[in-house]
T-cell receptor
Framework: DAGVIQSPRHEVTEMGQEVTLRCKPISGHNSLFWYRQTMMRGLELLIYFNNNVPIDDSGMPEDRFSAKMPNASFSTLKIQPSEPRDSAVYFC?????????????????FGPGTRLTVL | KQEVTQIPAALSVPEGENLVLNCSFTDSAIYNLQWFRQDPGKGLTSLLLIQSSQREQTSGRLNASLDKSSGRSTLYIAASQPGDSATYLCAVVSGGSYIPTFGRGTSLIVHP
């Protein structure tokens, strides 16, 4: 299994430009999460999809941010227009509900992240 | 709302020491708790997952325990090595929401 795949790994852009981050979750996983990590705020949940449907987008900072999941194997996070304060590492993670002898659990797997720098 | 706190924020120890990293959470109605490792500039790697009804999990030199009643989990690292240097994060999935809440992490340096 290739794990969660993100692209690009690094993105440098100028303020005002549109940025699109991409994620391919692990096959068979039914939930997908987008996070942002900065030194100041740590790891923040932006949006969460379950079976391709957005469930909780309360962490999306403002209307400049949007996310889609057109199918089970692909998601995008778009920032338009980008601003310097959007500079961060953006992670995608996927989970699948699994069952053991003592109950259900969700183990989360992260992609390598996209380091975004907005000048 | 679930809140997760990790203490200490940073730790520097000589090689060979046994370590305990702490994670506390405010709502004991959890689904599972997961410990991650993050190397500088990298993503998060899952280390151990403890289900709600479990008390501990072990993998090699790592042992994670869970005490829901007191809202605590500990990650025990035996015989630490320089390669253990990383940031360790715990994530608590609350029952019903299935959304993980992360602590800020403990930054660990093990020096030779």
């Amino acid at each position: 299994d290739a794990g969660v795949i993100q692209s690009p790994r690094h993105e440098v852009t100028e303020m005002g430009q549109e940025v699109t981050l991409r994620c391919k979750p692990i096959s068979g996983h039914n939930s997908l999460f987008w996070y942002r990590q900065t030194m100041m705020r740590g790891l923040e949940l932006l949006i969460y999809f379950n079976n391709n449907v957005p469930i909780d987008d309360s962490g999306m900072p403002e209307d400049r941010f949007s996310a889609k999941m057109p199918n089970a194997s692909f998601s995008t996070l778009k920032i338009q227009p980008s601003e310097p304060r959007d500079s961060a590492v953006y992670f995608c993670a996927s989970t699948r509900t699994r069952t053991s002898g003592i109950g259900e659990y969700n183990e989360q797997f992260f992609g390598p992240g996209t380091r975004l720098t907005v000048l | 709302k679930q809140e997760v706190t990790q203490i200490p924020a940073a730790l520097s120890v000589p090689e060979g020491e046994n370590l305990v990293l702490n994670c506390s959470f405010t709502d004991s109605a959890i689904y599972n708790l997961q410990w991650f490792r993050q190397d500088p500039g990298k993503g998060l790697t899952s280390l151990l997952l403890i289900q709600s009804s479990q008390r501990e999990q072990t993998s090699g030199r790592l042992n994670a325990s869970l005490d829901k009643s007191s809202g605590r989990s500990t990650l025990y690292i035996a015989a630490s090595q320089p390669g253990d240097s990383a940031t360790y994060l715990c994530a608590v999935v609350s029952g019903g929401s299935y959304i993980p809440t992360f602590g800020r992490g403990t930054s660990l340096i093990v020096h030779p």
